[in-house]
């Protein structure tokens, strides 16, 4: 930690930042978060590791989806930013903008096919935005097939086109002309699309589900389903691109173009926020038609796009699709090791390359592995609030192999801890939580 917080300091910063958040941000949040990381002020970050306030370090093992691809703070993205900001970090939007003219050429060399021209955004869920918008001018058509168990992003239209129950509950009515099918299923979706369908949306690993990897051969299926009824085939691409998934975009493990791509996440260089959305000419033609067919203040902006194309360039650079892929096999024998290893604690486990998860049986369990995993082992992983008991493992694609080694050391030690404890010591620990949850009360 090169920033360290005088010591007469600490509390006092801490106890107004946990005061602050539940006060003024979101209170069940704030309790949760003191519940299960007392006090776990988030404070410096490089590379894999994160800092507390209090100097501890935290190893980076989810990266929020692939955000921290990089780890934090890569020097390549730190300096493109940096000298950007010095010159000129926002866009007046009246002019040609550099970084953004060369993020489009960069990202239509490194997508699959002719995905050629991009609309650059701030966010993944913009990018969808964007995508559903585009799939309705090229094809004039109204409806959206999209997948049950996915999740787009938490705007209306996001929310519509997502198939977590989670974070649909409480928003209805949502948008009309939506239908959802399983993932993987193309009986399904073939039921489901009409000439009335204008976009076919999926990821090509499911991150939402537990990222379920689709059988054999249905990416391609569902493009020639959709050349077959001219459908828009829009990917989202916001957790596996960039390498996570092992091919530098998830469809490339199928050899599959769609007609638009939607990127983030990774795309900022754990740096900046941005999201993409890159389609074909015949997207294109459409949107020539309907100039200005979408626009916002800070899309694209210089000091997003410096981000990205140095993030792109690293990746490229050093290789780090196929260190993705190295890594993720070893990843993905160790996860399903452990369902042999601790067959009471762990059920299952799924994914691709760096892109994984694995489930253990019962929420008590679940509490202990996550209270081992952070207080003990200082590691951090995701659990979904709509699936507690799901565990995402998602370390940086540049991780070391010390770093990989320290990350899947923590997850057996803390399984071994959940399957070496009674339901009595499980039942107690829970106990005691729901006693310290009321007490925050
Ligand atoms: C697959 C997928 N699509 C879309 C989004 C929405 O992106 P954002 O949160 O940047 O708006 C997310 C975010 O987690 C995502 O995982």
Known sequence: MKHPVPAEQISGIVLETVSNFIHYIDPGLGKQMRLMAEDFVEWEAQGPYIW???????????TFGGVFGLGHRHPRVVEAVKQQLDRMPLSSRLAFNKPMADLGRLLAEVTPGDLQYTF?????????????????????????????????????????????????????????????????????????????????LLEAVQAGSGCTVPPAGYLQ?????????????????????????????????EGVVPDIMCLGKFLGGG????GACTYRPVVQQAADKRPLFNNTTFGGNPLACAAAI?????????????????????L???????????????????????????????????????????????????????????????????????????ILDAID???A??????????ARNIQELQRKAAAMA
């Not at 966010?123 to 058509?141: D, F, H, P």
Request: with cysteine; net charge negative.
């Open 271 to 274: 740096v900046m926020a941005i």
């Open 417 to 426: 801890k959940a399957a070496s404890m009674s339901e009595l010591d499980m």
């Open 52 to 62: 507390d306030i209090h100097g501890n370090e935290y190893l980076d093992g989810m």
């Open 120 to 200: 650059v955004c701030s966010s993944g869920t913009e990018s969808i935005e964007v995508a559903l918008k585009l799939a309705r001018l090229t094809t004039q058509r109204p409806h959206i097939v999209s997948t049950l168990s996915s999740f787009h992003g938490m705007s209306i239209a996001c929310s519509s086109v997502s198939g977590i129950d989670y974070w649909r509950q409480g928003f209805f009515p949502l948008l009309d002309g939506v239908s959802l099918v399983p993932f993987g299923d193309i009986d399904a979706l073939r039921k489901a699309v009409s000439p009335m369908t204008a976009a076919v």
């Open 413 to 415: 030690q803390s399984v």
């Open 332 to 406: 993905g024998a160790m996860l399903d090791g452990l369902i042999t290893k601790y067959p009471t604690v762990v059920e299952g486990a799924k994914g691709l390359g760096l892109m994984r998860t694995f489930v253990v049986r019962s929420i008590p369990q679940a509490f202990v592995v996550v209270q081992e995993l952070i207080s003990k082992h200082r590691t951090l992983l995701l659990s979904p609030v709509h699936t507690p008991t799901m565990f995402r493992v998602n370390p940086p694609i540049n991780a070391t192999d010390e770093v990989m080694d320290r």
């Open 221 to 253: 299926q569902v493009r020639e389903l959709c050349d077959r009824l001219g459908i828009m085939l829009v990917v989202d691409e916001i957790q596996t691109g960039f390498g996570r998934t092992g091919k530098m975009f998830g469809v490339d493990h």
């Open 310 to 330: 140095a993030a792109v360039r690293t990746v490229l650079d050093e290789n780090l699709v196929e260190r993705a892929r190295v890594l993720g096999d070893r």
